[in-house]
């Protein structure tokens, strides 16, 4: 005679997103992405893909930078979570967000929410990457728009602001390199 | 002499950085999936397992009693509801014109083919209500290669359809007098060029939104759409039959479209039926996988080429032989690109005085393929680029002179290639080359080549060359519109310019934005004619409401074709105002100087009237001249004369390891010619992702179909599209040939990097191993491939 099992149909959860605390009751199965973006109308984070390639549901728990996708809700159980929607403060952009500003790193936006959370990972991990540390630390993120070269250049912006020499004069050093490494 | 009065700056011609992306870089961009609606449900779609097979039923009851289920659809119950259009049906295509229904109906062509729906509460139920619908499937054997397809004994996909084929389509001159053109060349080669069947991948996948209101009988579509009016019309008067006007689309922020996103796809209309049915507004958004199985895919050609040429590298003759594989079915405007699209364009930038193309379009058993990114235009570039370096490998000739002695000249203009496009609008070639080859180095890195090949030091370099040009703002309507060869349509567009009482400025446009920044470059156009502030300029888009009818964006004809109606709508309010400020100022209107936004009596700068103050006169509408209507806006439906011709030269340089075939791009240079450019910085940044895209199918990108159908590379982990780390940096640099087709000199930058990229990278890695004798190597040019390459050579 088989054994019966049951499952609990909803579980609870609660976490921390960009500063609100929330709590829920969640079928195990719930993806974080679907969390977010259906019961906190977060819409801001992006599903691009079902294989966890994309990136654009990248999100922060815990400080480390996490695929949405590929995490259930009750993983993120008692975490603290921010989205893009957490990452400009009483109205100021953070450094990565106005680099793809003034860079124009971005087009039809959908992968950028992503995008802007991995470099911001990136320059916590490191505040001074090189162009090929940008491409690398970016490999988990696609974009179909842009080419990159405005994305590393929106990256190296944002880094010249953190590290304080400068976002603008930043690129513009980078832009020199690599004239002279053509010519 | 100084201006009368203080005039603005420009902004046109300067670097704007976007007004679209404040809401994008905080997460408050609003995308098809944020859509959200009370009493929402959620539509699942079950897609057939196979390439071909016949449905011999299909059981739904047990899906029916599953959780949260609403209803379970299929063909049958969808059987009145018309099959989805082919608007355009070139070469003739009449009788055997296949399209999809909105569910499949007895039988599915390929793998992903729609067979039945789930509506559910939520997404997650519907999904597993999938799992519970039973399909008996008869399988039926399937063809996937267009060549094969066409053979004696192949799988027939359709009955009115003998031996798959579409269309058979030929331009230029008989067959006949290209052979003798050829049997009569110094030097004969041939080659067979394949352009592999591509995957558009915009980042954001596809999805729509329906809700009926039985209150008033009307729908609404929120659709990932390139093209709203044009999905308003083809849904109601070809598909459901509802009234055009009962039907409003709209077209959220849309996450990419690279033309994937013009056709018409099963679910908008479905969206729309099921919310009637059901009476719940109905959601689907694909997965990604979905993506890949359904949505239209790009290029998929074999050619056959044959060559004459002098010894000194001209070009006397071009007879090209293509099949073109259009999948399972037509979609939208299939037939369109591998005819109009290809054929016409296969003489590129030279002057070839004997050309014969045939083009034979194949129905076969994979995902429908339509225009994608360049739509033709890649496929014609990468075979005539190709042809001039087998021109220069045959001959000896340098492959730069071989496209320099075969250039259409700067006074050959307009000039008429005689495979039916339209004359080319302007050009002058040569300079792009120079300077591209300048910017390169070219002929330091020809001796560097010929140094690490003699002494075996190094990898070794190659170095491609491309020089384009392509046809944007496909026009006029008495052209493209022709039944029988063209769509059966215009291609104009609409622009309504209103300067309202308060002074602000809205402008409706039919064309509208997937990441081209239309809201920025159209608002820069109008603050400079119109004088007002950029900040005063509202750009409103992407909705039927609102928006006089538009055809949308695609063939880089929003600023060539949407801007110039935009252009001529602010001249008609420009005009309108000098009339009344002659009025009000009691002089005659050609004594009126109208500039920066102020009018004036000639000579009498100081008693000013501005655009404000008129747009406040014109609506008050007290004090107007006779017969003046109140209010200040002006409409124009803008149909161009002829098309626009940008080009350019693109050089790439690769290293290959001699041992492994790895390679490497190590430089990648850039000269556009797009005409005059309204912003900089967008028009890079247009470049730049044209460019990746382009070098992606040279080097990492194919849609891999196995023999019965299954689509192999159907996740982004086989599915190659470039990261970061794989792409160089881009090195740009302008020319500037104003088009005369339009007043702003524009020619269009979305699809220019594209056409150019692929057949400049593909050259340099068949020429960093051409010495070993390889004359050709088939994309994506893989180590593998480039490594075979050079131990069979």
Known sequence: ??????????????????????????????????????????????????????????????????????????????????????????????????????????????????????????????????????????????????????????????????????????VAAWEQRVAGQAS | MSAAVEVPEKLVGKPIKRREDPRLITGAGNFLDDVRLPGMAHMAVLRSPYGHANIRGIDTSRAKAMPGVVGVFTGEDLKDVNPLPCAWQAGKVQNNVNTPRVLALGKVTHVGDPVAVVVADSRYQAEDALAAIEVDYEELPAVVDAELATRDGAPQLHENAPHNVVMQWSCGKEAAEVDAALAAAD??????????????????????????????????????????????????????????????????????????????????????????????????????????????????????????????????????????????????????????????????????????????????????????????????????????????????????DVRRRNFIQPGDFPYDTGIGMLPYDSGNYEPALDRALEMVGYQDLLKEQAKRRADGSGKLIGIGLSSYVEVCGIAPSKWIGLPGEGWGAGLWESANVRVHLTGKVVVTTGSLPHGQGHETTFAQLVADELGVPYDDVQIEHSDTLGTPFGFGTYGSRSLTVGGTAIYKSVAKVREKAKQLAAHLLEASPDDIVFEGGKAYVKGSPDAVKTIQDLALAAHVGYDLPEGMEPTLEATTFYDPPNCTFPFGTHVCV???????????????????????????????????????????????????????????TGTLNEYAIPKASMVPVYELDRTVTPSPVNPMGAKGAGEAGTIAATPAVANAVIDAVSHLGVKNIDMPLTPERVWRAMHNA
């Open chain 1, 1 to 170: 005679m088989a054994n019966t099992v049951t499952a609990p149909a909803k579980v609870a959860v609660q976490m921390t997103v960009n500063g609100t605390e929330y709590s829920a009751e969640v079928e195990p199965r719930l993806l974080l992405v679907h969390f977010l973006r259906d019961n906190l109308g977060l819409t801001g984070t992006h599903v691009g893909c079902d294989t966890s390639q994309c990136g654009a549901c990248v999100v922060d728990v815990n400080g480390a930078s996490v695929k949405s996708c590929t995490v259930l809700a009750v993983q993120a159980d008692g975490a603290e979570v921010t989205t893009i929607e957490g990452v400009a403060k009483d109205g100021e952009y953070d450094p990565v967000q106005r680099g793809f500003w003034e860079m124009h790193g971005l087009q039809c936006g959908y992968c950028t929410p992503g995008m802007i959370m991995s470099a911001r990972a990136l320059l916590r991990r490191n505040p001074n990457p090189s162009e090929d540390e940008i491409r690398h630390g970016l490999e988990g993120n696609l974009c179909r728009c842009t080419g990159y070269q405005n994305i590393v250049r929106a990256v190296t912006y944002a880094a010249g602001e953190i590290n304080g020499t400068g976002g603008a004069e930043s």
């Open chain 2, 187 to 400: 030097v004969r080669v041939s080659e067979r060029i394949r352009n592999q069947r591509l995957i558009a991948n915009a980042m954001e996948p596809r999805g729509s939104v329906g809700r009926y209101d039985a209150g008033t009988g009307e729908y609404t579509l929120w659709a990932t759409s390139q093209a709203p009016h044009v999905h308003r019309l083809l849904t109601a008067a070809f598909v459901l039959g509802v009234p055009e006007q009962k039907i409003r689309v709209i077209a959220p922020d849309v996450g990419g479209g690279f033309g994937s996103k013009i056709f018409l796809y099963f679910d908008m209309p479905l969206v729309l039926w099921l919310s009637k049915a059901t009476g719940r507004p109905v959601k689907f958004f694909e997965d990604r996988s979905e993506n890949y199985l359904h949505t239209a895919q790009g290029r998929d050609h074999i050619t056959d080429v044959e060559i004459g040429a002098t010894k000194d590298g001209k070009i006397t003759a071009l007879k090209v032989k293509t099949y073109a594989n259009l999948g399972g079915y037509l979609s939208t405007v299939a037939p369109g690109i591998p005819t109009t699209l290809y054929g016409r364009m296969v003489a590129g930038c030279y002057k070839i005085p004997n050309i014969h193309v045939d083009v034979t379009g194949v129905y076969t058993n994979t995902a429908m393929v339509d225009a994608y990114r360049g739509a033709g235009r890649p496929e014609a570039a990468y075979l005539v680029e190709r042809v001039c370096d087998l021109v220069a490998d045959a001959t000896g000739v340098d492959p730069a």
């Open chain 2, 654 to 712: 690769v290293e290959v390891d001699r041992e492994t075939g790895q390679l490497e791009v190590v430089r990648y240079v850039a000269v556009d010619d797009v005409g005059n450019v309204v912003n900089p910085l967008i028009v890079d940044g247009q470049l730049h992702g044209g460019i990746a895209q382009g070098l992606a199918q040279a080097l990492y990108e194919g849609a891999v179909y196995n023999e019965i159908g299954e689509l192999v």
